[in-house]
């Protein structure tokens, strides 16, 4: 049974961090290409980020130069480093992992972590 389990949103001013964390079970992780995306009130979900097994990362432009996507596969957990946010960064952000290697499209959700920027 895979799990994906998201933590470390919250409340934050604009120009502040958070880091997210998400960690996995029940996949190979290290084989495996993770993604985070979000979701904000009344607009459709949207790609972040993604970490390939190879480590190679890509960026949706919104966040690129702010975001850092990391993964650690001994704890099977990637990450979601958050820097300069600002009050548009404010969602629910969903980590994904696909079901097998060799492909980025998700199967498998996390919970989602409300992440807040206050102006």
């Known amino acids: 049974q895979v799990q994906l389990v998201e933590s470390g949103g919250g409340l934050v001013q604009a120009g502040g961090s958070l880091r997210l964390s998400c960690a996995a079970s029940?996949?190979?992780?290290?084989?495996?290409?993770m993604g985070w995306y979000r979701q904000a009130p009344g607009k459709q979900r949207e790609w972040v980020a993604t970490?390939?097994?190879?480590?190679?990362?890509n960026y949706a432009d919104s966040v690129k130069g702010r975001f850092t996507v990391s993964r650690d596969n001994a704890r099977n957990t990637v990450y979601l480093q958050m820097n300069s946010l600002k009050p548009e960064d404010t969602a629910v952000y969903y980590c994904?992992?696909?079901?097998?290697?060799?492909?980025?499209?998700?199967?498998?959700w996390g919970q989602g972590t409300q992440v807040t920027v206050s102006s």
């Open positions: 994904g992992a696909p079901d097998k290697a060799a492909t980025t499209k998700v199967t498998y």
């Open positions: 029940g996949i190979i992780f290290r084989l495996n290409a």
């Open positions: 970490i390939t097994s190879v480590y190679s990362t």
